[in-house]
């Protein structure tokens, strides 16, 4: 077994090429899984992870031309890595894959040696490729990280049409003073868990992070169908979820926790915005500084989830609504139509 | 002259790549295998198929370059870049020939692997 255990797929329709390869593959210690075919590659493709393609060409049913079209056509399947082991006929054929996306070809028989260090160094390309996703990962959004493969990265936005939500903890500062710094960690990083699964699982994006409070974002960088009603839903999961932790919280005598949430749905202008060496994904536009003023108020309104007019008419049956009438928010000239989610 | 059907230094490289017990299995399977590829091409030649023709000879020549059997796969070869005939009786002596140094190859694989 090699030390990564990285798992190869071999793709031949020839019984004698695939033992052959399966043979050269196990010797060189790498796990692997074998398909007659390019349907049946592709199925395995979609139901299972694989770190690299060993492809023949010319096969029934589905040729490795086709496998070769159809891995780069999918966003999850394009990075997986293809070398092409066959014996075709003339130049243009072998050209043709490598303008497929092939990363490499190796003509048959296979030299052993030779499919050594293919493999290798298809693997360690691969390696790097997925750090640097993970890394993009881990400090932007998956979201945002597809954005930036799709369409690379270029400041300045486009106007879409979005629902932003506001989040925070209420007398977060008293809890601060109240508790060790360790112990406010880890309450932050549980209370972004939970937030991070609800906004997530309704296909929102956290765009921002400040201490306990955060932003999110519902209909970019990909569209949303309803994104005022996946907001909503959001944030009632959030209050539900914030519930559950806080009857683990009494239950070890520690405080409550109380989250307001605002929300308002328009346009805005998302992208990147910073410089080409820091940039960041957000949104700006009216629609983000009414999320964040309805979020504040909910400690006025002494509600927890307030929503503007235009969040509330895309709304379908279903969801409680309390109309508060037009009210005064602090930072707005103009009064609001504001609304309060009701929440259990 | 013709050349020895199977090149041995090919089957020594096979061999010491894979392991000498690992290329007499690869070999009982190309043996078991290659009727079948040969039947292949009949059937596509009957009902003139030429795709599924050129994609039995060119399995054919893969297997065979494998193995050293370098007259096979040449001939294989040909049949796969040329593709069907017009001329009905071309088809029929060029797939006889095929199959005789199929045979050829087949009994001097048998011989180096003692099957």
Known sequence: MSEDGRRLLIVDDNKVNRLLLAR????????????ENGRVA????????????????????????????????????????????????GMENIVRCIELGAEDYLPKPVNAVLLKARIGASLEKKRLRDEQRDLVRRFATPEVEQDLQQSGFALGGKRVRVSVMFCDIRSFTALCESQPPEETIELLNTYYMLMFDAIGGQ??????????????????????????????????????????????????????????????????????????????????????????????????????????????????DGISIEPLGDVMIKGKAATVDAFAVETP | MSEDPINLSVFADLQAATGPEFAVELANTFLEEAPGMIAELHNARAVGDNERFQRAAHSLKSNANTFGAVALAAHARELEVKGLDDDRLRNDDALSQLETLLAEAAAALKALTNV
């Open chain 1, 24 to 35: 050269h593959i196990d010797l060189l210690g790498h796990p692997f899984a074998l398909a």
């Open chain 1, 42 to 89: 592709l199925e395995m493709l979609r139901s299972e992870p694989f770190d690299l393609l060993l492809l023949d060409i010319e096969m029934p049913e589905l040729d490795g031309f086709t496998v070769l079209e159809q891995l780069k056509a999918d966003p999850a399947l394009r990075d997986v890595p293809v070398i092409v082991t066959s014996s075709l006929e």
């Open chain 1, 203 to 316: 296909g929102g994006v956290v765009t921002l992070m400040i201490g306990d409070g955060l932003m999110a974002v519902f209909g970019a960088p990909s569209s949303l169908d309803d994104c005022a009603h996946s907001a909503v839903a959001a944030s009632l999961e959030m209050v539900e979820l914030i519930d559950q932790f806080n009857l683990e919280r009494t239950s070890t005598n520690r405080p409550p926790i109380h989250i307001g949430i605002g929300i308002a749905t328009g346009d805005v202008v998302a992208g990147y915005t910073g410089t080409r060496q820091r940039a960041t994904y957000t949104c700006v536009g009216d629609t983000v500084n009414l999320a964040a003023r309805l979020e504040a108020h909910t400690k006025v309104a002494e509600r927890r989830i307030l929503i503007d007019g235009a969040t509330r008419n895309e709304l379908g």
